[in-house]
């Protein structure tokens, strides 16, 4: 039998990178996949790459930042598929990069918009419909969850802020059969990263004592095991996927 066979799984950001590569690893392990990206051109291209497959998807347009939207996303796919059992909270941006003492207010307020908000938007509105069965909750963090960097505060402090979220939501649901876990992955091949120059790649490579830089296809690996029953005794935790990155 299939890891996640008769699941109804959201994943948000599903239009490219982790989101995509999760996307279409659960659907190959039997999940009814709900697509939401802001993107719909990439929603919709990721729904067919998993209808080619055989699998079973659907597109919602959604912006991760607002409260309603996130509302809407969960009633249609208990609407569709009739309960929610996993949800992937990944949609995130880099934000501008500069020093704290002059950072952009603007650039400020839309990376904790996304990457924080948006994630504490997703768990108030799909803790509640996983209440009658249990689920799995997967936050996308970073190893910047865990670690600083300069010039990037908004992201380091939002990703930070979804590590302690994960684990205060985390104790709050343990006994209604809920877990919710935080993933850090390293520094990944993703669009994300598509604009640095060759020589900033080669300093990030050089950061990861593994040599290289991740494949999205590996962190949605450790997604899946967390999303499974395989991991039934795991909730609270959160999990670097980094190459050796934090163990310096």
């Given at each position: 039998m299939k890891?996640?066979?008769?699941?109804?799984a959201?994943?948000?950001?599903?239009?490219s990178g982790i989101g995509r590569s999760t996307a279409l690893l659960f659907?190959?392990?039997?999940?009814?996949v709900v697509v939401s990206d802001i993107s719909e051109a990439n929603?919709?291209?990721?729904?067919?790459?998993?209808?080619?497959?055989?699998?079973?998807?659907?597109?919602?347009?959604?912006?991760?930042?607002?409260?309603?939207d996130n509302e809407a996303l969960v009633k249609q796919a208990v609407e569709k598929y009739g309960s929610l059992d996993i949800a992937v909270n990944n949609a995130g941006i880099g934000g501008p990069l500069g020093a704290t003492g002059e950072y952009p207010l603007d650039g400020w307020q839309k990376v904790i918009d996304i990457n924080l908000s948006?994630?504490?938007y997703g768990l108030r509105y799909q803790i509640p419909a996983m209440l009658p069965n249990g689920g799995s909750i997967i936050n996308i963090a970073s190893i910047l969850g865990q670690a600083g960097t300069k010039f990037s505060p908004a992201y380091v402090a939002a990703k930070h802020g979804v590590v302690g979220l994960t684990k205060a939501a985390a104790l709050e649901y343990a006994d209604k059969n809920i877990r919710i876990n935080s993933v850090g992955p390293g520094y990944i091949k993703t669009p994300l990263l598509s604009s640095?120059?060759?020589?900033?790649?080669?300093?990030?490579i050089g950061l990861h004592p593994i040599g290289r830089l991740g494949e999205s296809e590996e962190i949605a690996e450790l997604i899946l095991w967390l999303a499974s029953s395989k991991s039934s005794f795991v909730t609270g935790?959160?999990?670097a996927a980094d190459g050796g990155y934090l163990a310096q």
């Open positions: 890891q996640l066979e008769n699941k109804t959201i994943i948000t950001g599903a239009g659907a190959k392990e039997g999940a009814k929603g919709n291209s990721v729904v067919e790459e998993i209808k080619k497959l055989g699998g079973e998807a659907f597109f919602v347009k959604a912006d991760s930042s607002k409260a309603a948006g994630v504490f640095l120059d060759e020589a900033t790649m080669k300093a990030l935790t959160y999990y």
